[in-house]
Structures are given as C-alpha cells and as structure tokens.
C-alpha cells in the first residue's frame, strides 16, 4: 500500500504562484508513476500534469508553459510548481501514484487533496 500526503495549496491572486508538494511513503520504489489531478466545483477530476519514473513529464494543454511537475526519487516526493495562476486553476488537487507508465492513464493511489483558490 502507498499513502499520499499532499502539502502546499492556499490562497493567491491571480498571476501568483504556488507550489504543491506530494509525499510518498509506504510500499514505494522508484519505478512508480506519479502525477497531479485537479476537481473544481461542479467539474470532473482531469489530469493536470503527471510523470513518468524516469522523469518523463505531460502536461495538460489548459497548464503547458505554467506548470511544472517535478519528483525527487530519493525522497519520494513529487511537486507541482503553478505559475501564472488564473482563476480557472481554482481546484482541490489530487496527488496521484501508480504503476504504470503514467498516472494519466491508471492512477492506484491517491492523496486527500490541497485546496488551490486563484483570486482575480
């Protein structure tokens, strides 16, 4: 079993940045799939951004040039850095791990979720 411990969401104005962060621990190597999900109000959970475990990275068209993913094997983490946030960014993000290729295809595990308000 893997648990996800998501850190890092608020409040911020639109334009801003905010960081998210993704702890793993648990039944954890190297070679899991990791991403970032968000569901805003009234919306259906849609991948933002996910890699692979080689660093391999994919990005949603809505975040391509805002958003970076990045993880840190050595410590089983996994961040999303959020710049230029817009008001339609306000969502709860999801961590997500997986043992597949990608987490945009199979997600196994995944966080509570880290609320992100984008203010305008």
């Known amino acids: 079993q893997v648990q996800l411990v998501e850190s890092g969401g608020g409040l911020v104005q639109a334009g801003g940045s905010l960081r998210v962060s993704c702890a793993a621990s648990g039944s954890i190597h190297s070679r899991i799939a990791m991403g970032w999900y968000r569901q805003a109000p009234g919306k259906q959970r849609e991948l933002v951004a996910d890699?692979?475990?080689?660093?391999?990275?994919n990005y949603a068209d809505s975040v391509k040039g805002r958003f970076t993913i990045s993880r840190d094997n050595a410590k089983n983490t996994v961040s999303l850095q959020m710049n230029s946030l817009k008001p339609e960014d306000t969502a709860v993000y999801y961590c997500a791990a997986g043992w597949g290729l990608r987490v945009g295809v199979r997600a196994n595990y995944w966080g509570q979720g880290t609320q992100v308000t984008v203010s305008s």
């Open positions: 890699i692979t475990s080689d660093g391999s990275t």
